[in-house]
């Protein structure tokens, strides 16, 4: 009966990186390291064009000291910002443990020092506006929030610059959704690590978020980019807000 050589007697050592990443399960963000490419195989956060254009605009300013990223997922943008801004503190909140334990072993990976990581409850949170920044930044979080107004108005009072990518709700689409903001109802599902943590959330308009926007304090709204995301999810706006 042959018997089988195990990779270190065949002469191949195993890659103790692969196998601490394999053990926090699946990765949807995938990254390099020493040549390699570990995680998920098909988004890479580095090659994602929503964050690069907040890092061109920071970088041609007065250097940030501080910097929230709301919604780090698997930690790809935050480790991201943290090596292009290694002066600034970087705080990254997600509500998922098994994100932030990812998203912690990556920027142990990079060697990223800068970085704090909290897990909060964005619609509801207890630490994570209980301090000033410079700069916000939210991609793919507001359209998962059951509360989207109440997070807005945290972040105005946090933060004199707001980045954020979100889906939105189209006007043919819309009704009066909860507290008479024009949006519609959105079902998570909560058990995909992409999704949300309640069964509902808000997708606003264009017209509602831009009034929530001005209501809550930012006085300039910029439109950066806006699509039909190729996921089918619908239309998204990215945007910089300031006050």
Not at 47 to 65: E, N
Not at 79 to 102: C, G, Y
Not at 104 to 112: S, T
């Amino acid at each position: 009966m042959p018997v089988q050589m195990s990779q270190t007697t065949a002469g191949i050592e195993p890659d103790p990186i692969a196998q601490r990443v394999a053990e926090l399960g699946p990765w949807y963000t995938g990254f390099t390291l020493n040549g390699k490419c570990y995680g998920g195989p098909e988004y890479f956060a580095e090659r994602d064009t929503r964050v690069w254009p907040l890092i061109r605009r920071l970088k041609a300013s007065p250097p940030p000291t501080s910097i929230l990223e709301c919604g780090c997922f698997e930690g790809g943008h935050t480790t991201l910002l943290a090596r292009e801004f290694p002066e600034a503190r970087i705080r990254a909140v997600d509500v998922r443990p098994d994100s932030l334990a990812k998203a912690r072993l990556l920027a142990g990976l990079r060697g990223c020092r800068n970085i704090e990581f909290v897990q909060d409850d964005l619609d509801v949170p207890t630490v994570t506006f209980d301090r000033s920044y410079d700069a916000i930044m939210c991609i793919g979080l507001l359209y998962h929030l059951r509360w989207p107004e109440r997070f807005l108005e945290s972040a105005c009072k946090a933060a004199p610059l707001l980045w954020m990518q979100t889906h939105y709700c189209l006007e043919a689409e819309a009704s009066a959704a909860p507290d008479r903001l024009r949006g519609r109802i959105h079902h998570e599902p909560i058990e995909h690590n992409l999704s949300g943590v309640r069964t509902e959330s808000v997708w606003l308009t264009l017209e509602a978020m831009f009034e929530v926007l001005w209501k809550v304090g930012y006085t300039g709204i910029e439109l950066i980019g806006r699509e039909f995301t190729p996921n089918g999810a619908g239309p998204a706006i990215l945007l910089c807000a300031t006050r």
